[in-house]
Structure formats: structure tokens, C-alpha cells
């Protein structure tokens, strides 16, 4: 049972920066897809950022070049690096994990491949 844990939301204007962390437990090896998922109020929740094991990364067209997922294994510690904050990028943001994952590609933003959550963050970003 795979067990996530979210923190590092917070308040920022325009512009800044803020890192998320998501502790993780339950698994072993680098066979996990990981991410970063967001909702908005009355919004789709949307994917953001994924990595495969400690490898390949994928980015929403609207995160890119602004946000950096990544993972820390020896602190089985997954981060959300994120700069230049919009407004548009207020939401609770979630990490979430595919347990076990054995494709070769890149890790998909389909929700329903996501099994376990964890119970989110706020991110707001005021103009």
C-alpha cells in the first residue's frame, strides 16, 4: 500500500516561486509512476507533471519551462519545483502514484491509471 503525503502549498504572488514535497512509503524500486495532479474549484482535476522511476518526465503544455518535477530516492521524496507562479496555477494540488508500473514510455496523465493519492495542497497565487 502505496501512502503519499503532500506539503510545501502555500501563498505567493505573481511571479514567485514555491516547492511542493510528497513523501512516499509502501513501495521499492524504480518500477512507480509518479505525479503531480491539480483541481481547481469547479474545474477537471488535470495532470501537471509525471516521472518514471528516476527518469523521464512529462509536462502539461502550461507548466512547461516553468515547473521541474523530481525525485529524491534516498528520501523516497517526490518535488514539485515551481517558478514563475500565475494566477491560473491557483489550485489544491495532489501527488499521486501508479504501483507497480512496468511500461517503457513516459508516465500518461490518466486519472483513472492512478490508484493511490494523497490528500493535497493549496496553492494560491495572487496577481
Known amino acids: 500500500q502505496v501512502q503519499l503525503v503532500e506539503s510545501g502549498g502555500g501563498s505567493v504572488q505573481a511571479g514567485g516561486s514555491l516547492r511542493l514535497s510528497c513523501a512516499a512509503s509502501g513501495y521499492s524500486g524504480s518500477g512507480i509512476c509518479m505525479g503531480w495532479f491539480r483541481q481547481s474549484p469547479g474545474k477537471e482535476r488535470e495532470g501537471v507533471a509525471t516521472?518514471?522511476?528516476?527518469?523521464?518526465?512529462s509536462y502539461a503544455d502550461s507548466v512547461k519551462g516553468r515547473f521541474t518535477i523530481s525525485k529524491d530516492g534516498a528520501k523516497n521524496t517526490l518535488y514539485l519545483q515551481m517558478d514563475n507562479l500565475k494566477p491560473d496555477d491557483t489550485a489544491m494540488y495532489y501527488c499521486?502514484?501508479?504501483?507497480?508500473?512496468?511500461?517503457?514510455?513516459?508516465?500518461?496523465?490518466?486519472?483513472?491509471?492512478?490508484?493511490?493519492w494523497g490528500q493535497g495542497t493549496q496553492v494560491t497565487v495572487s496577481s
Open positions: 499521486a502514484a501508479v504501483y507497480p508500473y512496468y511500461g517503457l514510455g513516459p508516465c500518461l496523465f490518466r486519472l483513472e491509471n492512478y490508484k493511490y
Open positions: 516521472i518514471r522511476g528516476f527518469g523521464r518526465t
